[in-house]
């Protein structure tokens, strides 16, 4: 690859080097592989369905952990712009009628007086317009309605982030995503001091607008809720981004003949995740929320989830620290295989070739990583990846969550595999990121860097090829001991449009 002089001054203001670039490209060249799966995860094999006994008891475990003065965070990535929240109203204000006519289109504006933000939009719509919503819509201007749900001159919903919208209404006031999860992180998440620790990854253009709205809200969460609020930003760093490709695999330049970087997706927050002082993180997305009278199932299975890793966790621990002291017996080296096996779900068909010192340190191997509990729910035609146990570069199999993107759909077993899904990832984790000597694991030494893909997009009216990093809760954490356990599909409250915003457990 041969650059320019402002090339490396763009690589240098990046903080990237000229081989990562090449690398980059390679990338390009030769594509990813796709993942071997031997089967989709399932109740029967590989994902936990726990008793209402079994619930509770994991329930007790969680609620003791924060006495023994852990620090526990919720992590909620909360970067990019909403816009494809609205993709439908953006093609309403350029289309060639005045008044609703798809259902997407009926349904807003049919139901419009029931979303949280309908005051603010009403006030925004007199300040611009000069009347309410109830006034313009009976003249038959509906765009200037959307224009002032949209747009910079009124509430500007196109380009904040779904942090900073107004979700759900309140007896207190409606509140935003954001809000929604300070209460959240208040029910299940707080430490022994009573404070409740979350991080939000944001876009450096945003950060001063969360800023603002945690410090006119946190205060009345902490008095709700009897915590103090310990709420951090980090933003994804310009060295996680990756340089666009034409359709040659070369560079691809702008019309001033820079190269063009892209964000390199979700999977670039590993860095922001490893960058936390944690013993335990929660991850789960910023748009998955529910108003507080529906947060009961949630706190319930995050309670339930917790308990579960540290369960898992403390097992661990005691195998990595029996087989440190060299003290152990046959049937105690038996134990921890069928701990592999059985509980951390891992299968090794070379097991029964190795000598013993081979065998334990095998098992040290596979003790001595990040642990992360996922819940994942009766497949209902979500969009979404799935639980699938995978063959790992090792040749172990263990359970992967994978996008339908890294299965070779061309593949008559691995289609089959995928056909027969009967559950799907909401991405609701826990993650447990120290050892046994409560040392902080580096996280981007477990990242498989061949789980990355490449997708279509456009620039200046030019087609273009992304590279998109391994993703957070898929090759990030690809060599992660992973353990999946069924929980309701009342924990799940995505919202991919605005019109999810009308459905009962939004309301």
Same mark, same amino acid.
């Given at each position: 690859?041969?650059?320019?002089?402002?090339?490396?001054?763009?690589?240098?203001?990046?903080?990237?080097?000229?081989?990562?670039v090449?690398?980059?490209?390679?990338?390009?060249?030769?594509?990813?592989?796709?993942?071997?799966?031997?089967?989709s995860?399932?109740?029967?094999?590989?994902?936990?369905?726990?008793?209402?006994?079994?619930?509770n008891?994991?329930?007790?475990?969680?609620?003791?952990y924060?006495?023994?003065?852990?620090?526990?965070?919720?992590?909620?990535?909360?970067?990019?712009?909403?816009?494809?929240?609205?993709?439908?109203?953006?093609?309403?204000?350029?289309?060639?009628?005045?008044a609703?006519?798809?259902?997407?289109?009926?349904?807003?504006?049919?139901?419009?007086?029931?979303?949280?933000?309908?005051?603010?939009?009403?006030?925004?719509c007199?300040?611009?317009?000069g009347?309410?919503?109830?006034?313009?819509?009976?003249?038959?201007?509906?765009?200037?309605?959307?224009?002032?749900?949209?747009?910079?001159?009124g509430?500007?919903?196109?380009?904040l @982030?779904?942090?900073?919208?107004?979700?759900?209404?309140?007896?207190?006031?409606?509140r935003?995503?954001?809000?929604?999860?300070l209460?959240?992180?208040?029910?299940?998440a707080?430490?022994?001091?009573?404070?409740?620790?979350?991080?939000?990854?944001?876009? @450096?253009?945003?950060?001063?607008?969360f800023?603002?709205?945690?410090?006119?809200k946190?205060?009345?969460?902490?008095k709700?809720f009897?915590?103090?609020?310990?709420?951090?930003?980090s933003?994804?760093? @310009?060295?996680?981004?990756?340089?666009?490709?034409?359709?040659?695999?070369?560079?691809?330049r702008?019309?001033k003949g820079?190269?063009?970087?892209?964000?390199?997706?979700?999977g670039?927050?590993?860095?922001?995740?490893?960058?936390?002082?944690?013993?335990v993180v929660f991850?789960k997305?910023?748009?998955?929320?529910?108003?507080d009278?529906?947060k009961?199932?949630?706190?319930?299975?995050?309670?339930?989830?917790?308990?579960?890793?540290?369960?898992?966790?403390?097992?661990?621990?005691?195998?990595?620290?029996?087989i440190?002291?060299?003290?152990?017996?046959?049937?105690?080296?038996?134990?921890?295989?069928?701990?592999l096996?059985?509980r951390?779900?891992?299968?090794?068909?070379?097991?029964k070739?190795?000598e013993?010192?081979?065998?334990?340190?095998?098992?040290?191997?596979?003790?001595?990583? @990040?642990?992360?509990?996922?819940?994942?729910?009766?497949?209902?035609?979500?969009?979404?990846?799935?639980?699938?146990?995978?063959?790992n570069?090792?040749g172990t199999?263990s359970?992967?969550?994978?996008?339908?993107?890294?299965?070779?759909?061309?593949?008559?077993?691995a289609?089959?595999?995928?056909?027969?899904?009967?559950?799907?990832?909401?991405?609701?984790?826990?993650?447990a990121?120290?050892d046994?000597?409560?040392?902080?694991?580096?996280?981007?030494?477990?990242?498989?860097?061949?789980?990355?893909?490449?997708?279509?997009?456009?620039?200046?009216?030019?087609?273009?090829?992304?590279?998109?990093?391994?993703?957070?809760?898929?090759?990030?954490?690809s060599?992660?001991?992973?353990?999946?356990?069924e929980?309701?599909?009342?924990?799940?409250?995505?919202?991919?449009?605005?019109?999810d915003?009308?459905?009962?457990?939004?309301?």
């Amino acid at each position: 690859m041969i650059l320019k002089p402002g090339d490396l001054l763009q690589l240098k203001s990046r903080n990237l080097t000229e081989a990562q670039v090449e690398e980059q490209l390679n990338c390009f060249m030769r594509g990813f592989p796709f993942l071997k799966i031997k089967s989709s995860a399932s109740v029967d094999k590989g994902i936990l369905r726990l008793t209402e006994e079994e619930q509770n008891a994991y329930m007790e475990i969680w609620n003791d952990y924060p006495n023994g003065k852990r620090r526990i965070v919720k992590f909620v990535p909360a970067s990019g712009a909403a816009s494809r929240m609205f993709k439908d109203l953006y093609s309403f204000l350029s289309a060639s009628y005045d008044a609703p006519e798809t259902d997407f289109e009926k349904t807003f504006f049919g139901n419009i007086e029931k979303f949280a933000f309908y005051d603010a939009l009403n006030d925004a719509c007199r300040t611009n317009e000069g009347a309410d919503i109830p006034a313009l819509t009976a003249k038959g201007l509906y765009r200037a309605v959307a224009a002032c749900l949209l747009e910079g001159k009124g509430l500007n919903y196109g380009a904040l @982030p779904k942090g900073l919208l107004l979700f759900h209404r309140d007896p207190e006031g409606a509140r935003t995503a954001m809000e929604e999860h300070l209460a959240e992180g208040a029910l299940y998440a707080k430490n022994a001091e009573n404070s409740v620790a979350v991080h939000f990854t944001v876009s @450096p253009e945003h950060l001063p607008l969360f800023r603002k709205l945690v410090e006119e809200k946190a205060p009345a969460y902490e008095k709700r809720f009897g915590v103090n609020c310990n709420v951090s930003f980090s933003t994804q760093q @310009p060295d996680t981004d990756t340089v666009a490709a034409d359709g040659a695999n070369a560079p691809f330049r702008d019309l001033k003949g820079r190269l063009v970087f892209r964000p390199g997706g979700h999977g670039a927050l590993i860095q922001n995740l490893n960058g936390l002082d944690a013993d335990v993180v929660f991850i789960k997305n910023i748009d998955n929320v529910a108003p507080d009278h529906y947060k009961g199932p949630t706190v319930r299975f995050k309670k339930v989830i917790a308990g579960v890793l540290v369960s898992l966790q403390r097992r661990m621990f005691e195998y990595v620290r029996l087989i440190e002291s060299g003290d152990y017996t046959h049937e105690q080296v038996e134990e921890m295989i069928h701990f592999l096996q059985d509980r951390l779900c891992i299968k090794n068909p070379e097991i029964k070739y190795l000598e013993d010192v081979e065998l334990v340190l095998y098992i040290k191997r596979k003790l001595m990583r @990040p642990l992360r509990v996922c819940g994942m729910v009766r497949n209902v035609g979500e969009p979404g990846g799935g639980p699938f146990l995978a063959v790992n570069a090792d040749g172990t199999v263990s359970p992967q969550i994978l996008e339908s993107s890294q299965i070779d759909r061309k593949d008559a077993d691995a289609e089959k595999a995928f056909k027969q899904g009967s559950h799907f990832n909401p991405v609701d984790l826990v993650c447990a990121l120290k050892d046994a000597h409560g040392r902080k694991y580096h996280l981007p030494d477990f990242v498989d860097r061949n789980t990355g893909f490449i997708s279509q997009k456009s620039k200046d009216g030019r087609e273009l090829k992304a590279l998109e990093l391994p993703g957070l809760w898929n090759g990030a954490m690809s060599d992660w001991n992973t353990v999946f356990v069924e929980v309701p599909i009342e924990t799940f409250h995505p919202v991919k449009t605005v019109n999810d915003l009308l459905r009962p457990r939004h309301r």
